[in-house]
């Protein structure tokens, strides 16, 4: 069998797989074809365009395509698979099993012509990609993959299997060094799925993937950093979950050991890391339970590396848009937590914060007014004029999601988008927030290492170094993209740096 894995890249509200990070998704698809002694080819829809490779994928027996966003953003290591793309691969590639699995999954589609089993011939639309792919997974790919390799034909909306996971989690730490960028990589690892809270944001597509709140177990998850360390892997992210503080929570609050568990345990296996940084939390869990947050907060800054960040799903600081959105926080609580993490975090490390809040903010919800941006600008002013640090500021327009309840009031009610207000408030922010907290969080001369140069504009040249969010940095140097370099801190663009040249390092 020839089975191919095409990495069209994911993001979504608890996991992210853009390059120079792997998610999950891509490494257990490819261990399920492993296990079962069938050595998957693994390409990125980068590789493919660039090569203009799209008859290639024709050749396969099975053809897994992984891919699709459910939040808004701006990528720079990679561009994720699009529509019209996916359009063009289920058109042009008739001969494999076509198997879909991410957010593309979801797209709404005609349930009467949809195939539902994978024997049956898939009749090409232009129209509509899906009706010409085999088996659209909105389960859990890897069980699913795992079942068909077993000869068996599971449902596209199979549940998550705990034991078959490892399994292909241990199997597809070997496709690591298969990825264009490595060693210059991040993976991203399973922590947990779901959300722990009983209800859920309007717009939040993570309950429509993870209808149930998981842990994963401890072990689990260090065997397979031990799995990757052993290939090679130095960087790691705990960014698959909605809330890293909740991990180990039974419903009767956070569990600090649960966490002090796998940081002290990655930490001894693989000695020689060099990225360990995490991403999501609520700011209202952190309020509710400031006692055991804070010693979570206090192991996460001990083993982690320097410009690390906590994303906090704020979304608004407008009471009735909190509200009509069921947002599930409170103005002073985000207050609280910003506060907090500052006070555990925002010491330094080689120079640069150990652990800060970033602030995600999204226009468009349920309930905005012109007021809204008002409310969310002063907010903000008001955190820099207190001195807490932000490591980022966020600003997205919603996107909506199937299956969501924000998806659900649009088919009965008009959802206004203030445009030339969310425009101004934007510009506001970067000139206003954006560049004097910049020259708080990295004073001239802060030296930062392991930036890895992407593109050059005439004799600059500009790169990421490889965190959580790394920060774009100008280089008034001419240099080879993909080296890595170290870099001083000179002068502030409204959300990037401009550093000079220090070193190049070997990669």
Same mark, same amino acid.
């Given at each position: ?26 490494? *257990? ?26 008859? /290639? ?69 232009? +129209? ?156 209202? *869990? ?8 804070? +010693? ?38 985000? *207050? ?124 600059? /040249? ?5 965190? /959580? ?8 140097? /001419? ?29």
């Amino acid at each position: 069998m020839k089975a191919i894995i095409l990495d069209g890249y994911v993001d979504e509200p608890a996991l992210f797989g853009v390059p120079p990070f792997l998610s999950t998704y891509v490494r *257990y698809a490819w261990g399920a074809y492993r296990h079962f002694g069938v050595e998957a080819e693994y390409r990125t829809i980068d590789q493919v365009r660039r090569e203009n490779s799209w008859e /290639t994928l024709d050749s396969a027996d099975h053809l897994v395509i992984i891919g699709g966003v459910s939040v808004p953003g701006k990528y720079a290591g990679g561009a994720p698979l699009s529509y019209s793309e996916l359009t063009k691969i289920a058109a042009q590639c008739p001969n494999p099993l076509k198997i879909l699995f991410g957010a593309f999954s979801y797209r709404d589609t005609d349930s009467a012509t949809h195939q539902k089993t994978p024997s049956r011939p898939a009749r090409a639309s232009v +129209k509509d990609p899906l009706k010409a792919i085999e088996c659209v997974v909105t389960g859990n790919l890897e069980t699913y993959l795992y079942g068909l390799l077993s000869g068996k034909n599971p449902p596209e909306d199979i549940g998550k299997d705990p034991e078959i996971t490892e399994i292909c989690a241990l199997a597809g730490a070997g496709v690591v060094d298969r990825h264009p960028n490595f060693p210059n990589l991040i993976c991203e690892l399973e922590v947990s799925t779901g959300c722990e809270r009983r209800s859920h944001c309007s717009f939040c597509s993570e309950p429509v993937f993870h209808p149930r709140f998981q842990s994963r177990d401890p072990e689990a998850i260090l065997t397979e950093v031990a799995a990757l360390g052993e290939r090679g892997v130095k960087r790691f992210r705990l960014g698959r979950a909605a809330n890293i503080l909740a991990y180990g929570d039974r419903g009767e609050g956070p569990d600090p050991f649960a966490l002090l568990r796998i940081y002290r345990g990655i930490r001894e296996r693989v000695p020689d890391l060099r990225t360990l940084h995490t991403d999501n939390t609520n700011p209202q *869990y952190i309020a509710d339970h400031p006692v055991a947050s804070a +010693k979570i907060l206090e192991t996460i800054s001990e083993y982690n590396t320097p410009g690390d960040i906590l994303s906090f799903g704020v979304e608004s600081f407008d009471e009735g848009v909190i509200r009509s959105n069921n947002l599930g926080t409170r103005v002073e609580s985000i *207050y609280e937590a910003i506060k907090l993490v500052n006070e555990i975090g925002g010491f330094r490390k080689e120079g640069i914060p150990a652990l800060l809040p970033g602030i995600n903010l999204i226009a468009g919800l349920i309930g905005e007014t012109k007021r809204t941006f008002e409310k969310n600008f002063d907010a903000l002013k008001m955190i820099l004029e207190k001195g807490w640090l932000l490591r980022r500021i966020n600003l997205r327009q919603v996107m909506v999601f199937p299956k969501t309840p924000l998806s659900a009031y649009r088919q009965t009610h008009f959802l206004p988008f203030h445009t030339r207000e969310f425009r101004r408030f934007k510009e506001k922010v970067r000139t206003e927030i954006d560049r004097p907290m910049l020259e708080r969080v990295f004073p001239v001369g802060t030296v930062i290492p392991d930036v890895i140069t992407e593109y050059r504009e005439g004799n600059n /040249t500009f790169g990421r170094p490889l965190w /959580t969010y790394g920060i774009l940095i100008g280089i008034r140097s /001419t240099l080879p993209i993909g080296k890595k370099v170290t870099i001083s801190v000179t002068e502030y663009g409204f959300r990037s740096l401009t550093g000079e040249l220090i070193s190049v390092q070997e990669n």
